[in-house]
């Protein structure tokens, strides 16, 4: 019996603490993060020196790095190999510049911020960015947008082709419901959460078995729908990497993305809720039950 309020009280507590950790990822903005400080200096750079090989916020790529090639065969018949080699390392030299030139300016020519994300709404990062910082400070912009869960045409970008409009239509309907689903499922843990911690402290006050593992298998339910909420998450973060075309949702590799500390919190909920689950679950086994004992009636006068 003692063991059984041990584990019963354990499981109670960590299902506790495990709302706690999923309210707090819930309630916050830092879920997804982006560094685009050295992307916005890389661009200044550029931008001020653009025809300077030496720039070091400007990455050439000299002639000697990429790989030799060899001359036409009719050319060194002809006896043309050794004149037309300094020429042909010029013309490489040249078109290294201006592809990698061309990738800064397209680059550059989107407006990467420093942004944290969260379920509801995303936001500039604070003290990162003194431009944008600026621009808040006057009004002109929002530190914070909300996170849209229905559909509207009005994001869709103009003056494209269809197919490729088709195709951001489609995805845009495909992120959506990978946002639904996220925050969908993870309102509905925190529910089923709570539901069961209600029940379990009713068994444990009233010493119900059936209500103490009633609520373990909640918390267990609880558990599979943070984690359906999670790696829908993550698929809807990856995906929104991946979009096409990638000049216009993918990030330059010079900036610096990764998840927050409001998705370690949920994580954390969800490994606390299952490891309670399994202590209330197995704590009414624990239980022993108590024995009854039958008397048999005295035999009077030879009778039963």
């Not at 999923?22 to 903005?29: F, H, K, R």
């Not at 550059?108 to 420093?114: H, L, P, T, V, W």
């Not at 909300?146 to 995805?171: F, M």
């Amino acid at each position: 019996m003692a063991a059984m309020k041990i584990l019963t009280s354990a499981g109670l507590f960590l299902a506790f603490c495990a709302l706690g950790l999923l309210a707090m990822a819930i309630c916050t903005d830092y879920w997804y993060e982006t560094d685009a400080r050295k992307h916005r200096e890389r661009c200044k750079n550029y931008g001020n020196k653009p025809n300077k090989p030496n720039d070091p916020g400007y990455g050439y790529i000299s002639n000697h790095n990429l790989p030799l090639q060899m001359p036409p065969k009719s050319q060194e018949r002809r006896g043309g190999g050794p004149d037309v080699a300094p020429l042909i390392g010029w013309k490489r030299h040249f078109y290294g510049r201006d592809a990698i030139a061309s990738a800064m300016e397209s680059h550059c020519s989107r407006q990467f911020n420093s942004t944290v994300s969260g379920l509801w709404r995303k936001c500039h990062r604070q003290g990162f960015d003194l431009d944008t910082e600026d621009l808040i400070y006057k009004g002109i912009i929002q530190r914070c947008t909300p996170v849209k869960y229905h559909y509207s045409s009005s994001i869709l970008p103009r003056n494209l082709p269809v197919n490729i409009t088709k195709t951001i239509r489609q995805d845009e309907w495909h992120a959506l419901h990978l946002r639904r689903m996220t925050a969908g499922f993870v309102g509905m843990a925190v529910s089923i959460i709570l539901f069961g911690w209600v029940i379990g402290v009713l068994g444990c006050c009233q010493q119900h078995d059936l209500m103490q593992y009633v609520a373990g298998l909640l918390f267990l339910m609880g558990g599979t729908c943070c984690i359906i909420s999670l790696c829908t998450c993550v698929a809807g973060i990856n995906f929104e990497l991946s979009r096409y075309p990638r000049y216009m949702y993918g990030l330059p590799e010079d900036i610096s993305h990764g998840y927050g500390w409001s998705m370690f919190c949920a994580w954390g909920g969800l490994g606390l809720t299952l490891l309670a689950g399994f202590l209330c679950t197995l704590a009414p086994s624990l239980s022993t039950p108590a024995r009854t004992t039958t008397h048999k009636p005295r035999q009077e006068n030879g009778t039963v």
